[in-house]
């Protein structure tokens, strides 16, 4: 499973990933990477995780009514990835697109095996998607993480800090134990899946000027341009 | 659980007279079921072992038509009047998932390994709170269809097999599980004396077998029969044959769980 790259299954597209713990800045290093292609002229698609549509609102539904189980909530956000992938991604990239993902399964591999879910399970289901082209993993540390979350927005999310396994009261402390064991999940699949790893501990701009060139030497960006 | 005393009870007076299609009062003394072993087909639900449920799980599998309601209504009374308390469930009915469900089928919109996940989705709702705790409280759960269905439809359609069971490894397996095996001549009759229509899934017309409704829903049917053929190999469930009266069936799916409730009489 995930054994092969798209571009190893002849897919004339290719996919792009970003993944990191929350407050990582892996939204806004894709964001600027896709500002980027935009503006080359090339054919690239955005895609983020939870954002089909049909399902999105099942899951706002047993998240807000806690109705979700690690199972469940494995499996509803399966389905909203098979959803995207089946009708969004898959044909983008027989037609030759640049996708670009803010998160892949990989955010699956590490949130339900530390939810309580056996790790064969979460893998077997994702079992049909392929492997992306490139994935980059923006490796924070979780005072770096919180502090950005805090800076920029908002309170912790429920889920977000994990309060659904009841690891803390203190929605802060929670964060730490949670997205800690996030963190240690992502590290053991490193290698295994090939992650590039940008230390996001850095400026905006230094974190870009690393994924930039690594893109452009990985993919000729030239054979995706639009007619 | 004060019922996890009870080993056998083959001295108890009268368990179940299995041949009355419709129950008559009974006597007030009610006998505990025996209890068997249970076991998930893979790591199942995390946090409640198999052996902590002391309910049994009947399955009624069967396509629509095939007579599966009718049975299970029977079932339930049959059993309330014995004095077992019963629970039922059935695919599309968990409160997380069944509303969406719904909108993807009618609009059509749903590629087949989503709809597979939905359907998975739907039913680890159901198992985890419905049918696990009404188990654990010592019920007889009726399952209206179980995973049996949604692996023939989904290998019909050309899912990975080996993909599913990784997928279910989250079912109990049921105490007995009964397919009503009805010809596909004899569901179009049934189907058509019921409401006049076919049913669009139920005719397989996603699968592009044929653009006659009536033909697709035979040749449908058909693969999906030898799909439950051949998953019966594996999960060893009883096939009933369904073309018999109501009555006939009744008395056949009485008789074997009095034997799995009660043991060899």
Known sequence: MLSKTFAELGFPGRLIAVEGIDGSGKSTQIYLVKRWLEQQGLKVFFSEWNSSELVKSATSRGKKTNLLTPTTFSLIHATDFADRYERQLVPLLRAGYLVLCDRYVFTAFARDVVRGCPPDWVRGIYGFAARPDLTFFFRTTLEVSLQRIRDSRRELKYFEAGMDLRLATDPEESYNIFQGRLLEQYLAMSREFGFHVIDANQPVEAQQSLVRPLLADRIPLADYAAQ | ?265
């Not at chain 2, 019909?156 to 490894?169: K, Q």
């Open chain 2, 1 to 265: 659980m004060p019922r996890s005393k009870v080993t056998r009870t083959v001295s108890a007076p009268a368990p179940c007279s299995v041949d009355e299609p419709r129950p008559r009062p009974r006597a007030a003394r009610v006998p505990v079921p025996r209890r068997t072993p249970k076991r998930y087909y893979g790591h199942g639900v995390p946090g409640i072992p198999a052996d902590t449920l002391s309910g049994k799980l009947i399955v009624v599998e069967g396509a629509d038509g095939s007579g599966r309601s009718t049975q299970i209504a029977r079932l339930v009374a049959w059993l309330e009047s014995h004095g077992h308390g019963t629970v039922q469930v059935g695919l599309k009915r968990s409160s997380l998932v069944r509303e969406e469900l719904e909108r993807a089928q009618a609009g059509n919109i749903l590629s087949r390994t989503t709809l597979s996940l939905f359907y998975a989705t739907d039913f680890a709702d159901q198992i985890e709170n419905v049918i696990l705790p009404a188990l654990k409280a010592g019920f007889m759960v009726l399952a209206d269809r179980y995973i049996y269905t949604l692996m023939a439809r989904d290998i019909v359609r050309g899912i990975d097999e080996v993909w599913l069971r990784n997928l279910y490894g989250i079912a109990l397996a049921p105490d007995v599980v009964f397919y009503l095996e009805v010809s596909p001549e004899e569901l179009v009759q049934r189907n058509f004396a019921k409401s006049h229509a076919l049913d669009y899934w139920e005719s397989g017309m996603d699968l592009g077998l044929s653009r006659d409704m009536f033909d697709s829903f035979v040749q449908y049917q058909r693969l999906i029969i030898e799909q439950f053929r051949r998953l019966q190999r594996t999960y060893a469930f009883t096939i009933v044959n369904g073309d018999r009266s109501a009555d006939e069936i009744s008395r056949e799916l009485q008789q074997k769980i009095a034997t799995v409730l009660f043991g060899q009489r």
